[in-house]
């Protein structure tokens, strides 16, 4: 990987980026320009990376620096991308090391601006940035927060570096099979109140909903991820709509669902809830409260009038008995393409783990048993059968 540095303050983060991508398995060539070693020294970066940082143009020993860089780097990453360098680029200046890389390399590029607001809004860096994605470039829009201090609230800010490195997974990513498509994703449990403090729920952490969001995102789809109370991070890049209850989840599922080529139901959406919530909080009292309960709607079954054809449907399903023969049921109840079952029995697969074991049950052919694997090699497995289900769908 090339990552460029340029000379703004957000490249005290780029130290912690150029060490995320190392320990991600990069081999990193940093490359700074003089401005950016005014800020941050290159021995950081040689400490960090464990190579030789690069500056000069015209260092003696280093003829042809910019030509062996750009040829070498799979990924092109400019971080942070200051006003002085996007104008530079953009007319296509080889003046420094960076920029003449820059001409020189064939790698996707990503450049990640970040600046003062003022700054951001101007209509010339606003063309420079119009121009550079004309130029096939990939262009950060930067995040909103704080700014220098001082300089209060606003568009400028340079994205975290975790969510950087997520931005250059999906610049190299290949299989690129999900491009333009429109990925609807759940995940997490929901909650049912019972009174305005207490809540019934399950144990479901939303980390295989949130694993196939983001690898959905990576393979090009526009993500919608409809998320109930999660115990992770959101992932990046995913349009995220928050909801509590199972009727909530229904009516974003319903809202979104004919604007989307595929649908993954991986949220564990609470089957039941009280026939009436208290308004007061619930007393101990002399007796315990008996909770009369009712079904919530099925929301897979409930979207089937919603669905457009071609669209593809795939469910969850976590059983403790008769495994495949109750996934093929709910496969063909809840008319599904394809449905991801796991065994709750099984140690290291299900709610909360980092892994899972499933098997993908579709309409025709054997199910396929995944052996024990990550969650997010998991959704990547279930996304190599969603793009093929896609195809044979296709008019
Ligand atoms: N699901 C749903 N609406 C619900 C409950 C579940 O759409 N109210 C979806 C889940 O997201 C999952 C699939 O249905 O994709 C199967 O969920 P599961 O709880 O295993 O199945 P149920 O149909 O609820 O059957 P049971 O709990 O009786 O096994």
Not at 99 to 112: F, G
Not at 150 to 163: D, I, L, Y
Not at 201 to 212: C, L, P
Not at 293 to 322: M, Q
């Amino acid at each position: 990987m090339l990552l460029g540095i340029t000379g703004g303050i957000a490249s005290y983060k780029s130290a912690w980026l150029a060490r995320l991508l190392t320990q991600a398995g990069a081999e990193v060539d940093v490359v700074m320009t003089v401005a950016a070693s005014q800020f941050v020294g290159p021995i950081t970066f040689e400490a960090l990376t464990g190579r030789p940082a690069h500056l000069g143009l015209f260092d003696p020993g280093h003829a042809l620096e910019h030509i062996r860089l750009a040829r070498e780097a799979h990924a092109f990453v400019v971080a942070p991308a200051t006003a002085d360098f996007l104008a530079r680029a953009s007319t296509g200046q080889a003046d420094d090391l960076l920029s003449a890389a820059l001409l020189a390399t064939t790698a996707p590029v990503l450049l990640v601006p970040a600046m003062n607001d003022r700054m951001w809004a101007n209509g010339q860096v606003q063309r420079n940035v119009a121009h550079l994605r004309e130029l096939g470039h990939t262009v950060l829009e930067p995040d909103e927060g704080n700014l220098a201090v001082g300089e209060g609230h606003g568009p400028g800010r340079m994205p975290e570096p975790e969510a950087l490195l997520s931005h250059v997974g999906r610049l190299l990513e290949e299989h690129r099979d999900l491009a333009g498509r429109h990925v609807l994703v759940t995940a997490g449990p929901t909650q049912e109140p019972l009174d305005p403090v207490r809540y019934i729920s399950n144990h479901s952490s939303g980390k295989m909903g949130v694993a196939i969001a983001a690898a959905a995102w990576r393979r090009g789809a526009h993500v919608t991820l409809i998320a109930g109370p999660l115990a992770v991070p959101v992932p990046v890049g995913a349009r995220v709509l928050h909801v509590a209850t199972t009727e909530e989840m229904l009516a974003a599922v319903t809202r979104e669902l004919p604007a989307s080529h595929v649908l993954v139901m991986a949220a564990a959406p609470a089957d039941f809830r009280a026939t009436s919530v208290a308004d007061q909080k619930m007393k101990k009292g002399a007796a315990a409260p008996v909770v009369a309960l009712e079904h919530t709607p099925d929301i897979l079954k409930s979207t089937k009038p919603a669905r457009a054809p071609g669209t593809v449907v795939v469910g969850f399903a976590l059983e403790t008995e008769r495994v495949l023969e109750n996934a093929a049921g709910k496969l063909a109840a809840k008319e599904l393409d394809m449905i991801v079952v796991n065994d709750a029995t099984e140690a290291g697969a299900g709610f909360g783990h980092d892994t899972n074991r499933v098997a993908l049950v579709r309409r025709s052919g054997d199910p396929e048993q995944l052996p024990l694997m990550p969650k997010t090699e998991v959704a990547d497995a279930i996304l190599d059968r969603v793009a093929l289900i896609l195809q044979e769908k296709a008019p």
